[in-house]
């Protein structure tokens, strides 16, 4: 059976790694990463060598068969976000080694914490079972609460309280979502909702339900508030974490869900609302942004204005011609791994300019493109990938998507790609005018370690590449999709 | 202020009549779980349904379900370590309590022992034996036995990750035949439960019990939560 191994070692080998850093000493916890990232790379290849050679796979836990027992599901789309959060994780826990060093005591709680998160969002890439899902995000989300409180300072306990509160929220009602289709449908196996789930008022309901418990996890506008605290007062290498790959997990349970139920049963109505309320995130996640102050809280902001472009997915899929659903998919899946890139690029490397200027104002970066023109270079190539520019991935994506709204007749989104993509401008380039004048305070800035920098530029330098090579990852996110593409 | 009770009553009970449509208007599944959970019982290695579907038929759930728990306790410490004041010694050092306590503590013992056994053939098992063998520390806690042997923090540590690190290590063995995580060979299906179970009751009880240590003393009461000098203000 292809992927025996490896599929269960991309969950077990992170909780693993995450009892025995409990276990050793604190100076040896951060020494895990040079066993757990060899080896969770390795697994992370298998799986996808495995979908490369047998495509698409049902990985059936305990050996029993679904709905008895759970099945986890080995297809395109979830191991291009295994890929993903390896590659990003990866980078994170590299950059935190070195970060860390200077925070001592939250040091030696972030990496049992980083294994737990690890272990939560493979575990939900994989799930094919809507409770296990639930129980996926608990994992997931209590670890990166406990990542926000590290900072311990009353700023990151009461950040970290809201978003407990609100992950507890959304968590509460996707499970009475489940809880009401698995009463109607006596299932919680995907692939058994896909066959029997119907158009009635029980499954509206369960519907409004998850969808509003997910928006709420994924900080789509307006239930945002959460976001810019937690995502911009986190130790930084939590936020770049958070901002690129743990709101994607709810994202994607939503997408996922979206398409089981079918056409029959997700309304129009619903999504057009959705897309609505990307829109809404778009502009005022941009509007925000440029308006801040500090430089992690605007990286936050442009967080909660490029949620709302994967919003346009349901609106574009729902009722359309299926070569415009498909570009849909496509440029939707591309804009998330972009995004994950480009926003854990420009979280690290914001946190080096920090620590070269010492201070979180952004109008403290005065000049400080003639001490840091690295972090600042990759504080740009990754802003080119959120501003849309070619060609970069967030290129790629929104050329995709205005292709797929073109196609299904909705030019209104247009709009939305387009102005978002110059508010997206704009709050870059405020950071940039800021670092080319010369001012007063520029006697004196810290070299950041090197490690730092060079992380920051290979996830920019990723999130450009996977633009230009977009058809390869493409190809194995189409793969085994409900979309009729596998 | 008012307008916002009244927003809130309001969406309750929109989400109330929302939920009781939901219920009423509900269709009969034609899957029938319960039937395919009887059939498979004689390969689960238990005699309850409950414990079957926890441990056997969804136990990767549980796995997670006990991960769940250990993060809580991670972030519990985390916490605690930021603080920089050492837990108090709490409770009442009151010689009646402690003559109940010697009473109350091995008959709470048989319980959990007796909860953790009944759950092969009723209801019961690791989660609730676990709390009740918390609730025994809780109680010495609060009857001011010194419990200094909690107190070893890598002990601790191993204690809190034992049920997961069995449950995980036994998921992980079974594969060795070439078969799924998790598939546990039919004959000795029995007995890796109970392993299972024995571990995950003794760390399920150090987590709840670790989470009630952590918690500094004064939080119950926030009017105690301000420094002393603030209170002689």
Known sequence: MIGLWSVPLLFALPLALGILSLLVVPAWRPRLIFVGLPLLAAASLDVLAGLATAGPQVYRLGDWIAPLGINLVVDGLAVGMILMTTLVATLCALYARVYLRDHPPASSFFWPLLWFLWAGMNGIWLAEDIFNLYVGLEV??????????????????????RYLLAALLGSLAYLLGVALLYAAYGTLSMAGLHEAATNNATTQVALALIILGLLLKTALFPLHAWLPPAHGGALTPVSALLSALVIKASFYILLRLWLVLGPEVTPELTAQLLGVLGAGAVFYGGWMAWRQHHLKQLVAYSTVAQI?????????????????????????????VAHALAKAALFLSAGNLILAVGSPQISHLVGISRFRPMSLFSFGLAGVSLMGLPPSGGFTAKWLLLHSAILSGQWWWLIVLFLGGLLSAAYIFKVFRMSFREGPQIDRSVTPP????????????????????????????????????? | ????????????????????????ERPMPVENLPERVASAMPESGVEHPITAVLLNFRSYDTLLEIAVLLVAVVVALALREAQPDQPEQMGLDNPLLRAVMAWLLPLILVVAGFLLWAGSYQPGGAFQAGSVLAAAGVLLRLAGVTTNWLDNALLMR????????????????????GVPFLTYPAAHAGTLILVIELTLTLSIGLTLLSLFRLTPPYADDPDDARPQEDRNL
């Open chain 1, 140 to 161: 997931m989300g209590l670890a990166a609460v406990g990542m926000v409180a590290l900072r311990a300072t009353p700023q990151a306990l009461a950040a970290a309280m």
């Open chain 1, 308 to 336: 709302g472009y994967l919003f346009l997915f349901f609106p574009l899929v729902t009722n359309t011609s299926p070569e415009a659903a498909r570009l849909a998919w496509d440029g939707t899946l591309m804009m998330l």
């Open chain 1, 450 to 486: 090197l490690t730092l920098d060079v992380v920051a530029l290979v996830l920019a330098a990723s999130a450009i590449l996977i633009g230009l090579f977009a058809h390869l990852p493409l190809h194995w996110l189409r793969m085994g999709s409900v979309l009729g593409m596998g």
């Open chain 2, 1 to 24: 202020m008012i307008l916002r009770i009244v927003l809130a009553g309001l969406l309750c009970l929109g989400v109330t009549v929302a939920l009781g449509w939901a219920v009423l």
């Open chain 2, 158 to 177: 191993a204690g809190l990750a034992l049920g997961l690190l069995t449950f995980l290590g036994i998921g992980l063995l079974v594969m060795l035949p």
